[in-house]
């Protein structure tokens, strides 16, 4: 197994405004419904509005970079999560240490389950989690399927797809990502989806999430160009991408669940 930090360079056609050290954590395990294309989202804006990437993918065993502004993680079903779970464990007082220095991350589903303290599954097996976000899973009978709505503070309406069986219930310390309009969200009862804490994202919503979502793709950029001591002055988008984005979300309301 390698134990070279692989690094892939995605630099912007001009002069760069700064550079982005992003980190995807468990693409082989953990990488589901679409949830790369989140990370080629924040390389493409970033690199649109004048700012170089520099991506290291991480998977269990490999080394970690010493510092990174950015963090993005994806779902997995259970069986990904059992085998990225002892690495993952070992790596999170590293990661912790990160959330609370300010890197911004966003996990999804899967990770989103094992960032909290623990997911106990439909067979009865506790899979630990390293705690980082204040809160706990536990399988429920069904699944949670389809597009799904919120209505969140910072990002406004934010729209993705979720599919789990995880019922996730928040502790004090974690607010949520949102309320949710339509879709279940973190266990379908009490309306709250996904988390928060310092800049860090807890999310159900695949989608992919950001293609999207561009503000919440932004918000994540603007932390991460901070963290590594920049400032975020994107240069203006001519691209009507911001179009396709929204043609994509009012598809999304539109369909049933
Ligand atoms: N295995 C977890 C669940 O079903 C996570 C699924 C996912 O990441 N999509 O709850």
């Not at 700064?18 to 693409?27: E, F, K």
């Not at 170089?52 to 269990?60: A, Q, R």
């Not at 999170?92 to 389950?113: F, K, R, S, T």
């Not at 379908?188 to 919503?205: K, M, N, Q, W």
Request: hydrophobic content about 35%.
């Amino acid at each position: 197994m390698s134990t070279e930090v692989k690094v892939y360079e995605h630099t912007t056609p001009g002069a760069a405004r700064g550079r982005i050290r992003l980190l995807q954590l468990y693409p082989r395990d953990m990488n589901i419904y679409g949830d790369w294309g989140n990370t080629l989202v924040l390389i493409r804006r970033a690199q649109w509005v004048g700012y170089d990437v520099e991506l290291t993918s991480y998977d269990p065993g490999e080394e970690l970079p010493g510092a990174v502004d950015l963090v993005v993680g994806g779902g997995g079903q259970d069986s990904g999560q059992e085998r990225i779970k002892d690495d993952l464990v070992m790596r999170g007082p590293e990661l912790v240490a990160w959330a609370a220095d300010g890197v911004p991350m966003l996990v999804i589903c899967g990770l989103y389950q094992l960032f909290g303290h623990r997911f106990l599954t439909g067979t009865g097996d506790q899979i630990p989690g390293i705690g980082l976000i204040d809160a706990q899973t536990v399988a429920g009978p069904g699944r949670l399927i389809g597009n799904i709505a919120l209505k969140s503070e910072d990002f406004g309406t934010v729209i993705g797809y979720e599919n789990h069986s995880g019922l996730t219930t928040l502790g004090p310390e974690a607010r949520p990502f949102g309320t949710v309009t339509s879709g279940d969200g973190n266990n379908g009862r009490d309306r709250t989806e996904g988390a928060r804490v310092h800049h860090v994202i807890g999310t159900y919503l695949h989608g992919s999430l950001l293609p999207k979502n561009p503000r919440v793709a932004d918000w994540l950029l603007a932390r991460a160009v901070e963290h590594g001591g920049g400032t975020w002055e994107p240069e203006p988008l001519t691209d009507p991408v911001e179009e396709w984005a929204e043609r994509a979300r009012r598809v999304a309301l539109s369909r049933p669940r």
